[in-house]
């Protein structure tokens, strides 16, 4: 009787008591962009996941012209880091690890590349008195080649030009040349050509990287790369490690919302639109409280811009003038200044936004700056329009306004004193008049004064007939 009831339920607890092992797995990340900010935590997550889901391998799917400095050291030291064997894979076929791409390949435990792509051109550059990666333009190598088909010759390495390069330059790439020693040699590559990739801005094709030992493999796809890599030694910060790929299963990782975010916010442009959106929300806000949408969208962009400058390499005095430039701009529709606080203003906006950014790959667009910038001339010249268009135009309010306007007599004006005294009907209101000429009842008067509560009137034929003829 009991065995009846054993069965079924050593039936039902069998499975989890003999279950297979779980699936193993590699983690492909794939990065086809300049290496920024966003790109650093996406693969920094993506390194911790592997780490956590104990993947076999993680796989960089690479194809970026360069990028941020600080960005790539802080991704490097993940990668160095890493208890899961990482493997760069420049990929697919005309792709290219070119300045930053260069260093996070050499640090790679596996540094494959696809065929008809490229590595090199990792020498530093500065811009905004803040070292940063090339990212679309190498600078000159007198090696480099001169025709189809040549290639670079091996001379000694570029000495910094004396009178030109400043102490800082010099600073900048000799940090340069140890750091991309010291990744090559960690993993038993070829440090010389390494270092000519820096002074030299030095570039090599696939297969030209791995015959010189600057990479370990070149693969035509994944499958090809997951073959070759099976039974390569790599080390780890735990010790060595041999990599077996047999039945590896390959699970991509996408970017999840918090990482597209980033991505989209951390864009130079579109960071630099979102304060001007946040910047003129709250001020219309102020300037009309309780409609609350322009306060809800323009606290919302204005954070937003604030946390995308906290990652960005954001110059604060350029951030500063671009504040300063705003606050002119809209103080010119309040305190008439005739130009001289939007001027100002313009010229504070477009000096800051230039200077805006200091990383060597961000950059707001010029164009976006020249745009924006007309606009603002243009609400200036609006606002400065207006104010001398209100300056010439006659009082709208008070007494002063009745002045050259026409009224209607309630009445025969009575003499007194020489004058003749009565009262009109005026913007429908009933006023007492006084006039130098008799006024019959309903006759149409010029108001040409006012003087407290008495109106002095003319008879309109009368004062017509008095202005001079042209």
């Not at 780890?236 to 991505?263: E, H, K, M, W």
């Not at 939007?342 to 950059?363: H, K, P, R, T």
């Given at each position: ?61 690479l ?14 030291k ?7 064997p ?13 300045s ?65 390069a ?43 990287a ?14 090809d ?31 999840d ?89 313009i ?89 130098d ?9 010029r ?13 309109l ?10």
């Amino acid at each position: 009787m009991l065995g009846c009831f054993a069965l079924p339920i050593a039936g039902f607890l069998g499975e989890p008591l003999h279950a297979q092992p779980a699936q193993r797995e590699a983690m492909l990340l794939t990065v086809s962009d300049a290496i920024s900010p966003a790109t650093m935590d996406y693969l920094q997550r993506g390194i911790e996941r592997a780490e956590e889901e104990g993947a076999e391998l993680l796989i960089i799917e690479l194809d970026t012209p360069g990028g941020l400095m600080a960005s790539t050291h802080d991704l490097i030291k993940s990668i160095l880091a890493s208890r899961v064997p990482v493997v760069t894979y420049v990929s697919p076929s005309g792709s290219r690890a070119a300045s930053a791409g260069t260093y996070i390949l050499l640090a790679s435990h596996v540094a494959a590349m696809a065929p008809a792509t490229h590595l090199g051109s990792a020498t530093p550059v500065q811009m905004g008195g803040l070292p940063g990666f090339p990212s679309n333009k190498p600078p000159a190598s007198p090696t480099a080649p001169k025709g189809p088909g040549e290639t670079p010759q091996d001379t000694a390495p570029s000495k910094p030009a004396s009178g030109s390069a400043s102490a800082m330059e010099r600073k900048v790439l000799e940090d340069a040349v140890s750091y991309i020693r010291e990744l090559a040699t960690h993993h038993g590559r070829n440090a010389d050509w390494a270092e000519r990739a820096v002074r030299e801005a030095a570039n090599l094709g696939a297969q030209e990287a791995l015959a010189q030992n600057v990479i370990d493999v070149v693969a035509t796809d994944i499958d090809d790369l997951l073959s070759k890599v099976d039974g390569k030694t790599v080390v780890l910060v735990g010790g060595n490690r041999t990599i077996s790929t047999a039945d590896l299963q390959v699970q991509r990782v996408d970017p999840d919302g918090r990482t597209r975010l980033l991505f989209v916010i951390t864009d130079p442009n579109i960071a630099y639109f979102l304060l001007l959106i946040g910047f003129y929300g709250i001020v219309f806000e102020f300037a009309n409280p309780g409609s609350l949408f322009p306060g809800v969208i323009g606290a919302t962009c204005l954070l937003l811009a604030l946390f995308a400058f906290q990652i960005l390499s954001v110059n604060y005095a350029g951030l500063a003038l671009i504040f300063l430039g705003l606050v002119f701009i809209v103080a010119e529709a309040f305190i008439p200044s005739f130009g001289v606080l939007g001027i100002g203003g313009i010229v504070a906006f477009v000096s800051g936004s230039v200077i805006l950014m200091d990383g060597s790959n961000q950059a707001v667009s010029i164009p976006v700056v020249g745009g924006v910038g007309a606009i603002a001339a243009g609400f200036m010249l609006w606002v400065v329009t207006r104010l001398v268009g209100l300056r010439r135009r006659r009082p709208v309010y008070g007494v002063e306004h009745f002045t050259e306007e026409t009224a209607r007599a309630d009445g025969v004006f009575s003499a007194a004193d020489g004058r003749y005294s009565g009262y009109i009907h005026m913007s429908g209101e009933r006023w007492r008049a006084v006039s130098d000429e008799p006024v019959q009842s309903g006759e149409a008067l010029r108001v040409l004064a006012v003087n407290g509560l008495t109106v002095q009137v003319a008879p309109l034929a009368a004062s017509n007939r008095a202005e001079p003829k042209p």
